[in-house]
């Protein structure tokens, strides 16, 4: 951009007030040819000032749209920080507010734990670190459970098989039972034909007096 040594507005009017002095009256017996140059002169001066005069506005235009661009990239990174801010807000509060299904966990006591889980769980490292004993006592709950649960599957199959033979040896004994209540039956009925049969057959008769 050209530099100006004075203001653009006051160039103008210079620049102006010298064309009209070369137009003015006083100055019509002055060599044409001379005042011809000095206009020419002057109106290139003014078209030069005109031309710095656009250059200068198309700059401060742009500074002008830089800034404006600046500053509402500014305002939208404000606004996203704001979001973003609330958004984190509103992750803490939830964070606080959230009940883990942990607390709701009967666990092991700390001593129990202390007597029953493995050394390396129990360390004195791990006891002084309030979050890594939570972690560990919650393992060896899960380990425990897991344990306990396996034995009480054992102990319904072997229930079950039990079951099962019981009932086995049940149907056996009712067989039996059964079986036994035929032939019971059966030695009834043949006892009855038998007393019938010895009814039926004559007895002989005895002699009251002995052959003397």
Do not use: W
Request: hydrophobic fraction near 40%; charged fraction near 30%.
């Amino acid at each position: 951009m050209p530099n100006l040594t004075v203001q653009p507005e006051e160039a103008y009017v210079a620049v102006i007030d010298k064309l009209k002095e070369l137009v003015d009256p006083v100055n019509s017996t002055k060599d044409p040819a001379a005042i011809h140059v000095r206009a020419a002169a002057l109106t290139g001066r003014l078209k030069s000032l005109s031309r710095a005069a656009n250059s200068a506005t198309r700059h401060t235009k742009n500074l002008t749209a830089a800034a404006r661009h600046d500053m509402d990239q500014s305002h939208l990174g404000l606004q996203n920080l704001l979001y973003e801010k609330r958004h984190l807000e509103r992750e803490i509060e939830k964070c606080r507010q959230f009940a883990s299904v942990y607390q709701d966990i009967p666990l092991y006591t700390l001593e129990e734990f202390k007597l029953l889980a493995p050394p390396e769980a129990r360390s004195d490292d791990v006891l002084s670190d309030e979050h890594q004993l939570l972690l560990n006592r919650l393992s060896f709950e899960f380990v425990e459970r897991q344990r306990l649960d396996k034995m009480k599957k054992d102990l319904m199959q072997q229930k079950e098989e039990l079951l099962k033979e019981s009932k086995a040896k049940l149907n056996t004994m009712d067989s039996i039972k059964s079986q036994i209540e035929t032939l019971v039956k059966v030695a009834a009925d043949v006892q009855k034909k038998v007393d019938e049969l010895a009814l039926s057959i004559p007895i002989p008769a005895v002699d009251a007096e002995a052959p003397g």
